[in-house]
């Protein structure tokens, strides 16, 4: 995340919408595949040490859920082969890009066709017929086996290479389906962006910027679980949740026994009304046995 002030005593990193490397906070996200929920931030990052973010963010995961990480996917820019030989042996699955270096690439123009399978992936849009061919290599650094997958036919000049220490448990057409999902965490962080301006920083201080991250993240998760509860609206944006519900008025009255808020009617009012928020009777544990309802005000 670029800074825009003078005087401020960040490291340069590249950032990619300047093509330049620029003083900037780095600044680490981790996704939940299967949710698509923001589970970690850290932008307190140094150059030193972002390598090893990767296994940071593997200790935190297992002391909040008890186990490791059940795959870790992420660029080949990330982290260093000395890492992925640490996650090796602590027994972390990893999914990862591998560079194409031309001896690699003349070892894969040399194969007879027969050495690559055709498959059919399960997603929208072209090149869902990949071709893929895969074998087990050494890297230098990297103690253990790992799995090559090569997949052309996807559009691309060149074969692309995907590393992993899964060496069978998964099919090699069911991996190249899971890494070309990058898309899904570049789309919330541009969510996050555009609904909570998450790469204006507010502070030159790394540890400012990663409160505000933590706090964004916070924030997008709380949309996302309101957004599942309105039909048609279980993937809009946090923006696109605050435009059509929340930028709203009303009035607020606390009770004894509960607190009303009341919203004025709008367009897209009887979404709510819909979900059922006029039913709704939510204890909320800090307001001394209140809970929270719901209503709408006539125009």
Not at 16 to 43: C, G, I, K, W
Not at 169 to 190: G, Q, S
Request: charged share 25%.
């Amino acid at each position: 995340m670029r800074h825009h002030g003078e005087q401020v005593r960040l490291e340069k990193h590249y950032v990619p919408t300047r093509s330049q490397r620029t003083r900037s906070v780095l600044t680490f996200f981790a996704q939940d595949h299967a949710s698509t929920e923001m589970v970690y931030a850290n932008a307190d990052i140094t150059k030193a040490e972002q390598a090893h973010e990767v296994v940071a963010f593997a200790e935190y995961w297992r002391r909040v859920s008890g186990a490791d990480p059940g795959l870790l996917c992420f660029d080949s820019q990330l982290t260093t082969y000395a890492v992925l030989h640490e996650l090796c042996a602590r027994g972390i699955t990893f999914l990862t890009l591998r560079q194409r270096g031309k001896n690699v690439l003349d070892a894969l123009a040399k194969l007879p066709a027969s050495a690559w399978t055709t498959h059919t992936i399960k997603r929208t849009g072209r090149f869902r017929r990949p071709q893929i061919h895969e074998e087990v290599v050494r890297l230098k650094g990297v103690d253990h086996p790992l799995r090559q997958i090569a997949i052309r036919n996807i559009g691309r000049e060149e074969p692309t290479l995907l590393i992993t220490n899964d060496l069978a448990a998964t099919a090699a057409k069911d991996l190249f389906a899971r890494y070309a999902e990058p898309m899904i965490i570049e789309n919330e962080l541009d969510a996050d962006i555009t609904g909570f301006h998450l790469n204006a920083l507010s502070s030159g201080l790394p540890l400012n910027v990663d409160l505000d991250t933590t706090l964004t993240v916070l924030a997008g998760n709380c949309y996302r679980l309101l957004a599942r509860t309105l039909p048609r609206y279980e993937l809009a944006t946090p923006d696109r949740i605050w435009r059509h519900f929340l930028d709203n008025s009303g009035s607020v009255e606390v009770f004894d026994d509960h607190v009303r808020v009341d919203l004025a009617l709008r367009t897209y009012t009887p979404v709510l009304i819909d979900a059922g928020f006029p039913e709704l009777d939510i204890p909320v544990p800090w307001w001394g046995g209140r809970t929270i309802r719901f209503g709408f005000l006539p125009r």
